[in-house]
């Protein structure tokens, strides 16, 4: 009578894939049990390496953040997809942009809902941006080593707010219409350069098919392209500044200290905190 061979048990299957070549090449290190292969596997990742191999203990809280940058950058990854989605859709014509927009609500599938979300993520990030920057200002991220992502972040808040003024004029309706044209008024009165950035703008003197068509290559292309670099840039900067500011080592000795001394001490422990 002849045995049949004993199935390998789910180990073995997994000792053999693990091992195959396939597996190698696409996961180059193995689990991260230990502190150098946990490095290795973060910085080899393509989506990992964002994230730091350790985070302090500070950063780890809720209250610290509230998570303000994060749901600041999903918010942008909803803006996205649902943009790309009315894409489809939208035709950036003066005669046809507010037809285009009916047909969206009342016609497409899921289209009046596409684009409420997409209007209010945009109304959200503006408000999660604007408590992002006030947090890491009230926090002193702003100072040495991390001015330069400073300038880097409120770069991205100039570009969330045109983002959110390019996209206002797209509907082409009366409301749209005269917001943008009191919008780029007053960007004409900007001095040295109001008349060449209002020109710039509109492509003309007054809001028409040019301005519509200017709005919606800066909303759908130059400005998302501007503010996705940024944001790579913005996420490096954090990790190469050494994560997220923390506060004055032994604050709770600082403060203990009178407050003439204190602030003769503050100078000293900026460079540490950051």
Wanted: proline letters at 7%; charged letters at 15%; hydrophobic letters at 50%.
């Amino acid at each position: 009578m002849k045995v049949l061979p004993k199935p390998p048990s789910a180990s073995e299957m997994r000792q053999v894939v693990v091992e195959s070549q396939l597996w190698k090449a696409i996961f180059r290190h193995g689990y991260p049990d230990d502190p150098p292969n946990r490095a290795l596997v973060i910085m080899s990742n393509v989506f990992l390496h964002l994230h730091p191999v350790k985070v302090k203990k500070h950063a780890a809280k809720f209250t610290w953040t509230y998570g303000l940058g994060g749901i600041s950058f999903y918010l942008f990854l909803l803006l996205t997809v649902t943009g790309v989605y009315l894409m489809f859709f939208y035709t950036p014509s003066a005669d046809l942009a507010y037809p285009s927009i009916k047909a969206i609500n009342s016609e497409v599938t899921f289209g009046l809902l596409t684009r409420n979300m997409h209007r209010w993520a945009a109304h959200l990030m503006i408000i999660t941006v604007c408590l992002h920057m006030v947090r890491v200002f009230y926090q002193g991220g702003y100072k040495p080593p991390r001015e330069f992502n400073w300038m880097i972040g409120v770069a991205l808040l100039l570009a969330t707010l045109l983002l959110s003024f390019t996209g206002y004029l797209l509907p082409w309706d009366q409301l749209a219409f005269w917001a943008i044209t009191v919008g780029t008024n007053m960007a004409g009165y900007a001095p040295l350069v109001g008349f060449q950035a209002h020109t710039l703008l509109l492509g003309g003197t007054s809001v028409g098919p040019n301005a519509l068509l200017r709005f919606y290559v800066l909303h759908v292309i130059f400005l998302p392209l501007l503010l996705g670099v940024g944001l790579a840039i913005h996420f490096w900067r954090v990790r190469k500044d050494g994560g997220i500011s923390g506060p004055i080592p032994d604050v709770m000795v600082d403060l203990e200290l009178e407050r003439p001394e204190y602030w003769r001490k503050e100078p000293q422990d900026t460079f540490i905190s950051g």
